[in-house]
């Protein structure tokens, strides 16, 4: 099972880094699989530190956030390992590097859990939330996709949008279109294969 989670880490001078990552998990059990694409700074971090902390978190504008430049959430200290925890995640396990899978795209790391501390209640699933993070995950993959399934996706992706957002939803989506249209125009003005969102940023 993957779970959508707020990986935190940290550098050997203690600086925070925030990133969403598809954590590899079973429903119950203390094993956590972190899988970075090569270059990551969390894998960086983890190979580092040897922890990490893994949020759980239905506020997804740190989702859109993080893929739209925006890192800077609150934050307070770990309860058992020097890190950081998200300050509005609804849980968190904080986890030790056990052993890497080494590979040149995407190592596997290997955590156990140390500690897992509830915050607030899990209230409920929502569509906008999915949207928001498929839209995310559409993001950061605009170079592999071509547009004709980027709008496909959004389209179908904006029905539980508009019909079950909040306010923080909506938020989210609005910084994700924002880079979304910018590649989409960026791409439509230089038809050649190879345009990429790197060079579509202002
Ligand atoms: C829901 C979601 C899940 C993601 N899962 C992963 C993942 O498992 N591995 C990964 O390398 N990037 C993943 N990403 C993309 C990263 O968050 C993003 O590229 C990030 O900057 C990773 O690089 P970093 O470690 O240098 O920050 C995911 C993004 C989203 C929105």
Known sequence: MIQETIVITQNSSGVAHIAPMGVHTQ?????FIILPFRPSTTLNNLLESKTAVINYCDDVRVFAGCLTGRRDWPLKAAEK????????????????LVRVEDDETRPKLFCKAVHTVNHAPFKGFNRAQYSVLEAAILVSRLNMLPLEKIQAELDYLRIGLEKTAGGRELEAWGWLMTIIEKHIAYVASQPEAGATIAEAKP
């Open 27 to 31: 429903t119950a059990g203390d094993e």
């Open 81 to 96: 390992i020097n890190g950081q925890v998200l300050d509005c995640a609804l849980a968190h396990t904080e986890v030790e």
